[in-house]
């Protein structure tokens, strides 16, 4: 019984998704996220020879971050639980693909990113939809804020800036809808006792005495922060890297426009 209630609340209490164990469903979004890869590296020479479409370029960037941020959303090796947080816990690192793409193209690649990535899931949902739908609300309040912020002001304080209005949203969001939305929801349709939610949170955390705001202050508002600046640290690590690629691959774009457009203009060679 505790392996089912887990499962179910999984995805109800633990602001990431538990994806269902089926082998089939684990592997079908798997292979979408490969089929977009696939299509990212065909949007990528077609964009190489026409660069001017920004159209094409969108979709490609969008493409390979919806594909890892799919994987790391669905298998489960990519999940982790905390001995010190309770067991429908669990933490999923999905918003570091979404993160990093806002940083270097902007929120809406981002948002693209979160929208694409939770409709790839949504008809292997073993939640009635609800657990993906939080996760989208609290994906785009995370990820879109964030990059938002730090598109209008590209230097460490925007970052800062950014990443701290996002991480509060969030989690402030996180804990309204656990209390207002997800619990109940699950007690009523589910048929999951409050007294058998009581029991799963204090056996983790015994400080918690009901499971509305004592649970949201106690396991939700922490458990998010730890889980934010996880995904904080892994983003800015890794879009520092991306940065220094990027503007590489920028010069040397630019050094062949150039060379090609002194070719155009060069006279013919008089004979």
């Known amino acids: 019984m505790k392996e089912i209630t887990d499962s179910l609340l999984a995805n109800a209490l633990g602001h990431r998704v538990l994806f269902a164990s089926s082998t089939t469903k684990i592997w079908v979004p798997v292979i979408v996220a490969a089929v977009l890869i696939a299509i990212f590296v065909g949007l990528g020479f077609y964009s190489k020879k026409h660069p001017e479409s920004l159209s094409v370029r969108f979709m490609s960037r969008v493409a390979i971050f919806t594909a890892m941020a799919t994987i790391l959303y669905v298998v489960p090796i990519f999940q982790f639980k905390l001995p010190f947080f309770p067991s429908f816990l669990e933490i999923h690192l999905d918003e570091i693909p979404s993160m990093i793409a806002g940083f270097a193209y902007g929120p809406l690649v981002a948002m693209a990113t979160v929208f ?7 008809p292997f949902t073993s939640t009635m939809l609800v657990g993906e739908l939080t996760d989208f609300l609290l994906g785009l309040a995370y990820v879109g804020l964030s990059s938002f912020i730090f598109s209008k002001k590209k230097d460490f304080w925007g970052a800062v800036i950014g990443i701290s209005v996002g991480t509060v949203t969030q989690v402030a969001l996180a804990m309204i809808l656990n209390v207002y939305v997800m619990i109940p929801f699950y007690t009523t349709l589910m048929g999951l006792s409050e007294e058998m939610l009581l029991g799963l ?22 458990f998010n922060l730890l889980k934010d600046a996880i995904v904080i640290v892994v983003t800015l690590a890794c879009y520092r890297m991306l940065a220094m690629v990027l503007k590489k691959m920028q010069r040397t774009a630019e050094a062949e426009r150039l060379a090609a457009k002194a070719q155009k203009e060069e006279p013919p060679k008089k004979e």
Request: net charge neutral.
């Open 116 to 122: 694409l990535k939770t409709l790839i899931k949504l």
């Open 201 to 222: 949170m204090q056996a983790a955390i015994p400080a918690i005495s009901d499971v509305e705001w004592s649970y949201a202050l106690f396991a939700v508002l922490p």
